[in-house]
């Protein structure tokens, strides 16, 4: 057996206090997006300043494409860091103090008027992407780096289950607050809560335990990310499947940001209804992150991914056929099973690509390479709602699901049963 280093025996020794810290990290945090949910608060109080899908849909995508598109950029300064926390720390305030920004934004919509505060807004999602994706390239490296290997996945699963319950019980509270209290206050009240919820994440964050990698060899000579990057692409065929299936999901997916506007139009939604419905996704998303990664650790995270993309085409289709608002819960259930492959489990499998040292790398790739896509599928997705209705919508993201299972199930091999020889091609 291969002697633990000093890095290893400190993260095992303290493994149960920086499980406790980051578990409290991500309640908190999912206690303030439900109060500011991207799937469904964000683009109610979006609906109420504009009419186009294009940017109802747009709304929430500017999170995950704020989120992707950094990545790859830091990821020099992370491989090279001997701690990450501070970096973490560093970053992390600038996905937190946007939703203060909003919450000032709603409370100013009688003096300012809805063009502004839409104007306003978008600015704040924007700031608000962009600061989650310079966070999250270290943030991932940072719980890599405090959590063995093989508990990752169940980590990751945990930490995303006790998201999502938080996420539920409070989208729930936050239903009933838009309800009955007065647009616009009942908003910025809603996102003043998220503001409390998240400053006490950042608290539990900064109570983790990080050792300083003093054995990792770090070159006097900085690399180019560039030429990182493009060593990984060329020698490692089997990730660049996966970066096509990363690609793809995002127009698999893209359904998802579109169907609290098919339940307000086609079924006439009210907004404790929307409240509803976001704890029944993230309370699917609660159980299923914890199943879902603690199974990964055991049979492979290539079969949970699997998984998830039939999971999202039954979603979808459930969608498209369904003749009353009941219907759109099972829609939404499944809807979580797929979005927790897409973003937990893809986590968990990305982590497994590469040493030690090239997984900065392999996690901005993963990211920022697919920007591209998420920036382009909700685009896609209003645009058929805005001039063909939800059906021919719907009908492309099923259609592009089926297609992303075919490649996950005969083009990708699991990494870590798999794993690419240095200097070896796959």
């Known amino acids: 057996m291969i002697p633990l280093t000093k890095v290893e025996q400190f993260t095992r020794k303290h493994l149960r206090y920086n499980v406790i810290a980051n578990l409290a990290d991500g309640g908190l945090f999912g206690l303030a997006l439900g109060f500011a949910s991207f799937s469904t608060i964000i683009p109610l109080f979006v609906t109420n300043m504009t009419e186009s899908a294009i940017l109802i849909g747009l709304a929430p995508a500017i999170h995950t494409i704020g989120w992707q598109l950094p990545q790859l950029f830091n990821a020099a300064q992370i491989s090279r860091a001997r701690k990450i926390k501070p970096i973490v720390l ?23 008027g809805k063009e502004w505060a839409l104007f306003i807004t978008f600015i704040a999602l924007i700031w608000q992407g962009l600061g989650g994706g310079i966070t999250a390239n270290p943030w991932t490296s940072f719980i890599s780096k405090i959590i063995p290997a093989e508990s990752r996945g169940t980590f990751f699963g945990m930490q995303g289950g006790l998201v999502n319950l938080m996420v539920s019980i409070s989208a729930i509270g936050a239903g009933y607050l838009l309800e009955r209290v007065a647009y616009p206050y009942n908003y910025g009240v809603s996102f003043l809560i998220a503001c409390v919820a998240l400053a006490a994440s950042y608290i539990a964050i900064a109570r983790s335990r990080e050792p300083s990698d003093n054995e990792k060899i770090i070159p006097v000579e900085q690399t180019s990310i560039w030429n990182d990057a493009k060593t990984i692409l060329s020698k490692d065929k089997n990730f660049n499947w996966f970066l096509l299936v990363r690609a793809l999901s995002q127009f698999s997916t893209m359904g998802f940001g579109f169907y609290i506007l098919l339940g307000l139009r086609r079924f ?138 075919f490649i996950l199930i005969f083009g990708i091999k699991d990494p870590r049963k798999n794993p690419r020889p240095v200097g070896a091609e796959t």
Not at 101 to 108: G, I, P, Q
Not at 362 to 386: C, E, F, K, Q, R
């Open 90 to 112: 560093r970053n992390t305030l600038h996905e937190r103090f946007p939703f203060l920004m909003l919450a000032v934004t709603a409370f100013l919509i009688p003096a300012i």
């Open 268 to 405: 006439g939604m009210d907004t404790v209804t929307a409240g509803f419905l976001t704890a029944a996704v993230t309370l699917t998303q609660t159980f299923a992150n914890a199943g879902m990664g603690w199974l990964g650790d055991r049979i492979g995270h290539r079969a949970i991914l699997i998984f998830g993309a039939i999971a999202g085409v039954i979603s979808i289709a459930i969608a498209l056929y369904a003749p009353s608002i009941h219907w759109m819960y099972p829609a939404f259930i499944f809807s979580g099973f797929a979005n927790v492959a897409v973003w937990t489990i893809s986590i968990a499998f990305t982590v497994d690509f590469g040493t030690e040292s090239e997984r900065p790398t392999y996690i901005g790739l993963s990211n920022t390479l697919i920007t591209p896509a998420t920036v382009l599928s909700p685009i896609i997705g209003g645009w058929l709602v805005d001039n063909l209705d939800f059906e021919p919508m719907l009908t492309l993201s099923a259609v592009i699901g089926v297609i992303t299972a």
